[in-house]
């Protein structure tokens, strides 16, 4: 009975003059050329992945940077493998939330509502890039506390104004949030 109802609906677009349309559509569909047309799909996927990549691989890359250009103080109690094992969850946090602060991007949301997107993405990249030269180079323990608070608060102020634009992009801002605690639970660990 199915295969009568879909061979139903089949026979009346055929029968409304659809089959040179549908036949025009999956030519067009199959040809390689028609995705390279300047004011085509493919170039505004190619300049969606280009803006993708910039944004993830820059705020990845400076949280890099912080931690390159810091040597640790003598007075900071960690060993080398919690300062590699801190870098890594740095960065690749930062990576995350920067994926998430593009899809609300490209919704629109940043400058939509820039006051619940793009300002507590700011504060949270500045409060990631600003605690290693605190606690790692200057030995400030408790004002990288003070900065894993403030990262937490604005990775939960990202986590709520990206699902309101997007709900997968603040599912993907909450890692923020959990690594600013854990970094948080390290750096109370470094006292």
Wanted: aromatic residues 6%; contains cysteine.
């Amino acid at each position: 009975m199915a295969a009568t109802a879909q061979e139903g609906l089949t026979r009346r677009g055929v029968d409304a003059g659809m089959d040179d349309v549908v036949r025009d559509n999956t030519a067009a569909s199959r040809d390689p050329r028609s995705k390279n047309k300047p004011g085509g799909a493919g170039g505004r996927s190619r300049r969606g992945l280009r803006s993708l990549a910039a944004a993830v691989s820059l705020s990845a890359a400076l949280t890099a940077l912080s931690f390159f250009f810091v040597s640790s103080s003598p007075s900071v109690n960690a060993s080398a493998s919690t300062v590699a094992m801190v870098r890594a969850g740095s960065v690749a946090a930062e990576a995350v939330l920067a994926l998430a602060a593009w899809m609300a991007w490209a919704e629109g949301g940043l400058h939509a509502r820039p006051a619940a997107t793009l300002l507590p993405y700011a504060a949270q990249l500045a409060c990631a890039l600003a605690w290693a030269p605190l606690v790692l180079r200057c030995g400030a323990a408790r004002a990288g506390l003070a900065c894993c608070a403030a990262m937490a608060a604005a990775a939960v102020a990202c986590a709520r104004g990206f699902g309101a634009v997007n709900p997968v992009a603040g599912d993907l801002a909450k890692p923020g949030v959990a690594w600013a605690v854990l970094l948080a639970v390290i750096n109370y660990k470094m006292l």
